[in-house]
């Protein structure tokens, strides 16, 4: 059971840091992930997908169309570069994100970690 259990943690560790590498930040991209991490399914039209920046921003992508009002009021602002999407740079909390974006709607996948000020 031990070993079972380190095993499991050795291939989730190695899942986070692929993901960290990959970050899914369109469309074409974030069917190939679906279609590799073995969920069949279509990603739904309100789906967005959080992520966290090296500098300790939040990145958010996806199809965020129907909630960047809900996106600005929490400070967001949009970029085009390195990938299109919203960085939000001001000290906000992950679940603070997750809760307006599941109040107005969206399925949720997060790619990062919130880190405990």
Known sequence: MQQQLIDQNIFLTKQIISLKKNTISDK?????YI???????????NCVIIDRLDNGDFFISGNTYD??????????????????????????????I???LTDAGCKII???VDRKK
């Not at 279609?35 to 039209?45: A, H, I, T, V, Y």
């Not at 909630?67 to 906000?92: A, D, L, R």
């Open 67 to 96: 909630v960047k009002e809900v996106i600005k009021n929490m400070g967001g602002k949009w970029t085009t570069s390195p990938s299109k999407g919203w960085v939000i740079s001001n000290p906000i909390e992950l679940e603070v």
């Open 28 to 32: 074409k991209t974030t069917q190939a």
């Open 110 to 112: 997060v790619h990062c």
């Open 35 to 45: 279609k590799k991490s073995g969920n069949n399914q279509e990603q739904p039209k």
């Open 98 to 100: 997750k809760t307006n």
